[in-house]
């Protein structure tokens, strides 16, 4: 009975390591696609929004900046030696660093959102995205400041959750292009499907406790 638990108890240690080192590798690839628009070259601009991203560069490199930071920093910030000890101030640093981003990078992206590809019905989902992600950063803030350490590790899941949309988004746009899905038809739908589902699978870490 005893080696059956040790050995289960193994067994999802790796299959955490496994999930954990898949989203850096992610997160990681993301970041790198998306600093191509650090160089304010027009031609990596997608074509429709070309003349939009011209016309509002500086929210767009405000939300991509932060984004990136965001992206990239989240992964490091789930791991329980950083989180615990010694590593305990990197812990803090790396958080605040982190939430600045998200609020950059929010502030940004709500801005981006109300002149988004695809109309009304995509614009609401990256707003409501967006508004989703400040929040959710601030109640992670407000939480750890009142040492509610399980709240704050609540709200960070599901902030960093959101966060990978930035990663589902293209995903999903590379399945339903790969299956025939018009351009534009996708768009509004991914602008939702790429946090909808991420927001569940949070709740359903937060309520099973996985970390
Ligand atoms: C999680 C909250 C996020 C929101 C609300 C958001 C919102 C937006 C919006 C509204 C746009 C403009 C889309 C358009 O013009 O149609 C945009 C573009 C962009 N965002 Fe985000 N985004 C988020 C996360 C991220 C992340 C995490 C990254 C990457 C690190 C990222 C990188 C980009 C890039 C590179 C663009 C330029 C367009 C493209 O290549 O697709 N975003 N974002």
């Known amino acids: 009975m005893r080696n059956s638990n040790t050995l289960e108890l193994r067994k999802s240690t790796i299959s955490k390591k496994i999930g954990w080192g898949f989203m850096l590798l992610l997160a990681i690839l993301l970041f790198v696609l998306a600093s191509r628009y650090l160089t304010l070259d027009p031609n990596v601009y ?8 011209m016309d509002n560069t500086v929210f767009l490199l405000m939300h991509i900046i932060g984004s990136m930071l965001a992206i990239l920093i989240g992964p490091f910030q789930f791991l ?35 002149i988004a590809y695809g109309g009304p019905v995509a614009r609401l989902g990256f ?3 967006a ?43 590379v399945i339903f292009g790969s ?8 768009y509004i739908i991914v602008a939702w ?4 589902p991420n927001l569940f699978v949070a709740f359903w870490i937060n309520n099973r406790k996985l970390i």
């Open 193 to 196: 499907l790429c946090w909808l």
């Open 179 to 186: 299956i025939g899905v018009d351009f534009l038809s996708g």
């Open 80 to 114: 329980r030696n950083i989180r615990t000890g010694r590593y305990l101030n990197l812990h803090r640093w790396l958080g605040r660093v982190y939430l600045l981003s998200v609020l950059f990078g929010g502030l940004g992206g709500s801005y981006m959102a109300t």
């Open 127 to 129: 707003i409501t995205l």
């Open 46 to 53: 997608f074509p429709e929004q070309r003349d939009v991203y």
């Open 131 to 173: 508004a989703l992600w400040l929040v959710s950063g601030f109640m992670a803030y407000i939480n750890i400041r009142n040492k509610k350490i399980e709240q704050h590790q609540k709200w960070m899941i599901v902030n960093y959750a959101l966060t990978f949309a930035g990663v589902t988004l293209r995903l999903w746009q």
